[in-house]
Structure formats: structure tokens, C-alpha cells
């Protein structure tokens, strides 16, 4: 049947049991169609919960192993020892940054240790010693600290020890006590202040330092008399290291003028901090100025005193130089006969120009020359003097008791032998060629002492070091020349690098501390510790402009004479070495001060520099408080 739009669909009726039926099977469906709902809902929180947590197990996984790669590699880096591992290029740079480190502190602590010194002086002179006990005490403890890294400092330079890790070992321990001497002078340092009181006004302090300035003043036309004195009795090399020294003194005295005014000028307007910063300064350059003046005054005293034991000491020598050749086996037959025998024993012809002498197989070589087998001898223009490296070396090159080969040293002078010279173990031949070699030294000597000016410091020097080798110990004059000698060094050394210490380095500071060290050892010390200068090796080209002649140490058994003799070699070298550095160094504030005699403040370590005035003042502390009196510490 067609069923039209136009025609009305026939009502259908249902009864009741159809009308249930329909609501049951409505109810029915709807009650699945929930349950079906809740299971997708349930499926799908599920999925979304995975979804979430199994990233995030993936990334932790992946984390883990990524470290655990990481740790193990390392590892395996720091450990491997296979040829060209990366142990030996890890290690290098850190042996570098740790020498680097330990030559910083050494210089740092030895300023520290030198400017509380100095303070303490003024603070002492003021107070009176039993007010500044605490930090005298402390001050000794840091100088303690110090002498010993100063020590390890020679024994690593000279390859004790010798292994990288002991090495390595060796410079932690410098940059240690280095940081102890400085931590010790920290520690006391504001109660250094409260005792002096500067901040609370300058007064005393002030009038002291106004005093010693006036002193100073009056006392540099007398030193400056006495320098030109000086330069008229005595040849240029023996006050060369002194030249310029009165410029020098008079140049701090015209800074501590102007610092002292504005300390003064503080004063009067209430400043107080300010006063006792401009009157640190002027302290520093007062004590500086004073180290200039005391130098040429000590020169002179030791050049007077150096004159009046020449003669005593060529006496004293030839004395050890027969006992030596009455060592020899044909001693019988004279100097003439030892001579001859000196000549078939080496193999060598002993002529007037010396070539006999660097044949021999040990003896001492290049020592001959024209005037009678000295020392290679050379005119100064100064008045024929003998230069101290002019004399070759006398170690040598095998020693036949078996303790191996001389040591080549680089710390410059002649050669020095420390055992008792001319001993058992000596070659015959090599005796008879230290023998030749001390007769022209001391010819040499004798010549000079007849043509015009000599430095009787340095002939001094010659004749130790010449007789040294064939001494035994008879002559009692040779140790007193030794002394005189090395105590000379010593001061100019220590002078000139307290007074240009800011541009000092620190090889020359350790050459200075063994020397004294040397100087001062007891019969104990002397005989429990030996100078090894070794290892420390350059090239004689670059050594030939600033400091003498290589030689050799032997190291047997020391002697008082021989000590004293490497004393004075190591502070002759300290000392050329601490004059490169100040050339090197130059002047970094020439042309930016606007004060005069900022320029020398900031070489000499017054003024820790950092700023067009200089900087602060160094003051008595370690290196966190020794700038605190106007800027931050270095």
C-alpha cells in the first residue's frame, strides 16, 4: 500500500502489556548503554595513567645511564696509564698552576713579613718592646713559616725530589706554610692597630716620624760625601752596586715630605683615618730611605776592613797552598820539581799561557793566561781590576772517590770546593792544577794591589775561592775573608730588594733567603744540611748579562770556609737576578702619578699600587688585611 502525504496515517493502538513491554526493553537498553560508558571511561583512565608514567620511567632510565657513562669514563681517564694517557696531560697543567702558585706566595708572604718588620720597628721605638711582644712573636712565627718554604723552595729548584708526585708534594707544602706565615700576621693584625692607635690620632706617631725624617735629611750630603769617596780609592766594580743610591734615598725623603704634610694636615682637620694612611706611607719611606743611606755606610766599613786583610790572607794562602804541595808525592824536589811533575802528570805543557791547565783530566780550566797561570784574568776599565767571573772552573768533571760527576750550577760565581781541599781522594794531577791555579790567583792579587784602584772585596773573594780546594784548614785568616766577604753580598742583596721589592720576583728572594740561611748556620745545621746547588740550569749566553760565571759545588763535606764562600755567590746572583727584575719590571705608573716620588714608592712596595696615587699603604697584616688602610686587599 501507497501511503500519500495528503493521506492521514492511521492511528495504532496499543494496549498496556505493549505499552511495559516497550518501557522495559527502554530501560533495559539504557542500562546497558551506562555500563558500557563506564567501561570505556574506566579503559580510557588507564590508557591516560600509562600514557603518563612510562616517559617518565624512560627519561629516569636514560639519566641513570647517562651518568653512569659520565662517571665511568672519567674514571677511566684519570686512571689509564697506557702511553699518551690522559694522565700525563691532565697532570702537566697542575704541576704548572701549583709552581705558579707557590712563586705568587712566596712573593706575597715575603712582603708581608717585610713591611709588619718594618712597622713593628716604628711601633717598638714608640712603646717600648714588652708593649709589641705578641707581635714580635707572631711576626717570628710567620719569618719561621717563610725560611722554611723559602728552603723547599731551593731543594725543589735544585731537584729534591726528584719524582713528580713528591714534586708536586713538595709545592703544596711552600704554598702551605706560605699561607701560614700570612694567616699568622692576619690573625694579629687589628690588634696591632688597637695597640698603636693610629685611627684615634697620629700624634706621636707623627712627631716620631717628622724626627727621623729630619735625621735622614741631615745625614744624606755626609753619606754622599762619603760614596764620591769611595768611587776616588777603589775600582768601579766595588761600588757599582751602590750607585745612585743617595738619588734614590733622597727621592723617598721627598715622597715622606709630602705624605707627612698630609698626615699633618689630616691631623688638624679631625681626618683620622685619612692621617694615618698618609702616615703609614710616610713610615715606609723614612725606613726606605734609611736601608739607602745604611748600605753605603756599610760598604765602606767593609771595603776598609776588606783592605786591611788582603795581605793577611795572601799570607794565610800561600801557607795552605805549601801544606798542599807538601802533599804531593815529589814535594822533596821544590816548587820547581813540583811543577815539572805537574807538567808529565797532566799530559799537558804548563806554559805561560796556561793551556796545561785545561788539559788536565779534573783540574782547573781555563785558568791560564799571560800573567803567570792566573785565572783568566781581564782588565777593568776601572783600573786593571779582576773581574769575579773571569776565573774559570775549578770543579770536576768526574770525582774518582765515585760520587759521580760535579753538579753544574747555575747560581753563577767561581767554582767552589766545599770538602777540605787536596783531601785523600784528590787525583795527584788535579791537585797540582789547583795548585797552579791558586799560585796565578794570588800573583794576580798581587798586582793589583801595586797597580792603582782594586775592590779588595773581590780580591778577597778570588783567594778563598782559588785556595778553597787545595785548603786544609791551617790557615784560620781564610774563614775571617770568607765571612767579610759573603757578609758584603748578603747586605747589598737584602738592600736592594727591600727596596725594590714590588717589582722582586721570587728566585731572587729564595737565592737571598739560602744565603742567609748559609751565612747563619750553626756548627749543627752545618753539619746536618748541604748546599746542593744544582739543577737549576740556563744558558750561559743569557747568564753572561746578568749575573757571573757558571761554576761547580761539589758536594762532600762541608767546611765553614766553603759555606761562607757559596753564601756570597748565592747573594751576588740573588742580587743580579733581583736587577732584571726591576729592568723587566719598568715603571708602571710613570706619567699617570700626579705626586712625586710615587714612582719609587709603588717599586719599593710602599704603595701597593692599583691606583694613580699609589694605592694604599702597605701595613703590618697577612695578605687579606696588609691594605686596609685605604683600599682592598691585594
Known amino acids: ?18 505499552v511495559q513491554g516497550v518501557q522495559g526493553e527502554s530501560r533495559t537498553s539504557q542500562t546497558s548503554q551506562t555500563s558500557q560508558v563506564s567501561q570505556v571511561s574506566q579503559e580510557e583512565d588507564e590508557t591516560s595513567t600509562a600514557d603518563l608514567v612510562l616517559p617518565l620511567v624512560a627519561a629516569s632510565a636514560a639519566v641513570a645511564l647517562a651518568g653512569y657513562a659520565y662517571v665511568r669514563r672519567t674514571r677511566r681517564m684519570r686512571t689509564r696509564t697506557t702511553p699518551g694517557g690522559a694522565t700525563v696531560v691532565a697532570s702537566a697543567p697542575l704541576a704548572t698552576e701549583l709552581d705558579e702558585q707557590a712563586r705568587a706566595l712566596l712573593i706575597e708572604a715575603d712582603d708581608c713579613v717585610r713591611t709588619s718588620r718594618e712597622e713593628l720597628g716604628f711601633a717598638e721605638a714608640l712603646l717600648g718592646t714588652a708593649a709589641v711582644a705578641p707581635f714580635a ?47 699568622r700576621l692576619d690573625a694579629e693584625a687589628a690588634g696591632f692597630d688597637q695597640l698603636r692607635g693610629l685611627e684615634r690620632g697620629v700624634g706621636e706617631a707623627l712627631e716620631a716620624a717628622e724626627t727621623r725624617f729630619r735625621e735622614l735629611a741631615g745625614r744624606a750630603g755626609a753619606v754622599e760625601a762619603t760614596l764620591a769617596d769611595l768611587v776616588n780609592r777603589y775600582a768601579h766594580a766595588a761600588t757599582a752596586p751602590v750607585t745612585g743610591d743617595v738619588e734614590q734615598a733622597k727621592d723617598r725623603l721627598v715622597f715622606a715630605t709630602s705624605r707627612l704634610n698630609e698626615a699633618r694636615q689630616a691631623t688638624d682637620s679631625h681626618e683620622a683615618e685619612r692621617a694615618a694612611r698618609h702616615l703609614r706611607a710616610a713610615e715606609s719611606a723614612v725606613a726606605q730611605a734609611t736601608v739607602f743611606l745604611d748600605t753605603i755606610d756599610h760598604l765602606a766599613r767593609e771595603l776598609t776592613e776588606a783592605e786591611t786583610l788582603v795581605p793577611a790572607t795572601l799570607t794565610g794562602a800561600e801557607a795552605e797552598i805549601a801544606g798542599a804541595r807538601g802533599r804531593l808525592p815529589d814535594a822533596g824536589g821544590g816548587v820547581g820539581a813540583t811543577e815539572g811533575g805537574a807538567r808529565s802528570g797532566t799530559g799537558a805543557d804548563a806554559s805561560a799561557d796556561g793551556g796545561g791547565d785545561r788539559a788536565t783530566g779534573g783540574g782547573a780550566e781555563g785558568i791560564g793566561t799571560g800573567t803567570g797561570g792566573d785565572a783568566g784574568t781581564s782588565a777593568d776599565s776601572g783600573g786593571g781590576r779582576t773581574t769575579s767571573g773571569d776565573v774559570g772552573d775549578t770543579g770536576t768533571g768526574t770525582d774518582p772517590a765515585g760520587r759521580g760527576a760535579g753538579t753544574p750550577s747555575a747560581i753563577g760565581g767561581l767554582a767552589v770546593d766545599q770538602a777540605g781541599g787536596g783531601g785523600p781522594d784528590v787525583p795527584v794531577g788535579e791537585l797540582r792544577a789547583r795548585i797552579r791555579h791558586a799560585d796565578g790567583v794570588l800573583a794576580a792579587v798581587r798586582e793589583e794591589l801595586t797597580g792603582g784602584p782594586y775592590d779588595p772585596l773581590d780580591a778577597l773573594r778570588r783567594i778563598v775561592r782559588a785556595v778553597v780546594p787545595v785548603a786544609s784548614g791551617r790557615a784560620g ?123 719609587g714608592a709603588v717599586l719599593g712596595g710602599i704603595l701597593l699600587g692599583g691606583a694613580p696615587d699609589g694605592g694604599p699603604p702597605a701595613s703590618f697584616g697577612g695578605p687579606h688585611s696588609r691594605a686596609r688602610r685605604g683600599g682592598t686587599a691585594t
Request: glycine fraction near 10%; include cysteine.
Open 1 to 18: 500500500m501507497t501511503i500519500n502525504a495528503e493521506d492521514p496515517v492511521p492511528a495504532v493502538r496499543v494496549g498496556a502489556q505493549g
Open 137 to 183: 712573636r707572631a711576626l717570628r712565627d710567620a719569618e719561621s713559616e717563610l725560611s722554611s718554604a723559602f728552603r723547599m723552595r731551593q731543594q725543589y729548584d735544585d731537584g729534591v725530589p726528584a719524582d713528580g708526585a713528591s714534586r708536586r708534594h713538595a709545592l703544596a707544602g711552600i704554598v702551605g706554610r706560605c699561607q701560614e706565615a700570612g694567616r
Open 477 to 599: 785568616v781564610l774563614p775571617t775573608a770568607a765571612l767579610l766577604a759573603a757578609r758584603a753580598s748578603v747586605a747589598l742583596a737584602d738592600g736592594f730588594v727591600v727596596t725594590h721589592r714590588g717589582a722582586m720576583g721570587s728566585e731572587a728572594r729564595t737565592l737571598l733567603a739560602e744565603a742567609e740561611r748559609l751565612l747563619a748556620a750553626g756548627p749543627e745545621e752545618r753539619a746536618a744540611a748541604g748546599l746542593r746547588a744544582g739543577s737549576r740550569d740556563r744558558t750561559a749566553a743569557a747568564d753572561q748579562n746578568r749575573a757571573p760565571e757558571v761554576g761547580r759545588l761539589r758536594p762532600p763535606e762541608r767546611t765553614v770556609t766553603g759555606d761562607r764562600a757559596t753564601a756570597d755567590t748565592l747573594a751576588r746572583h740573588a742580587l743580579a737576578l733581583a736587577e732584571q727584575d726591576v729592568r723587566v719590571h719598568g715603571n708602571p705608573v710613570a706619567g699617570t702619578a700626579r705626586e712625586m716620588g710615587v714612582s
